[in-house]
């Protein structure tokens, strides 16, 4: 018999986090060893933020419910439900939610997001 090919997810990777972020990986490197691109669904609270960052990968985010904040190279970008955005790599973006109520949304990235290349400014190498 052949491979198959399709994969069901009915258990994401939940990443740890200390933010109150809700991040969990559908398919992506961490959940099922997939580079090509990953996808998962996040629920980030009020008041959230995190740091810029420079990202090696394609990154398009879509906003389910609530409303997310973007910076992306100096420009202020807000999104509300139904609405999405796609930011090129190599591009310097922060992610937040400044707002009273909870964002939910899900994110792709191509190739697959990972710690090494995303390249958070606060985690740069010493």
């Known amino acids: 018999m052949s491979e198959k090919r399709y994969f069901r997810q009915q258990s994401p990777f939940r990443v740890p986090t200390t933010d109150g972020k809700l991040i969990e990986e559908h398919i992506g490197w961490a959940s099922t060893q997939t580079s090509q691109y990953s996808v998962a669904h996040m629920v980030a609270p009020p008041h959230w933020g995190e740091p810029h960052q420079n990202p090696e990968f394609d990154e ?7 409303r997310k904040q ?16 796609l930011i090129k790599a190599g591009a310097r ?18 190739p697959a997001f990972t710690m090494d290349s995303v390249n958070r400014e606060d985690e740069a190498p010493a």
Do not use: H, K
């Not at 973007?70 to 955005?85: H, R, T, Y």
């Not at 922060?94 to 939910?104: C, H, I, Q």
């Open 60 to 66: 398009i985010t879509i906003v389910v419910r609530g």
């Open 93 to 110: 973006v922060r992610y937040s939610n400044p707002f009273d109520a909870e964002v939910e949304y899900w994110s792709i990235c191509v």
């Open 70 to 85: 973007f910076e992306v190279d100096g420009d202020v970008i807000e999104l509300g439900a139904g609405e999405s955005l």
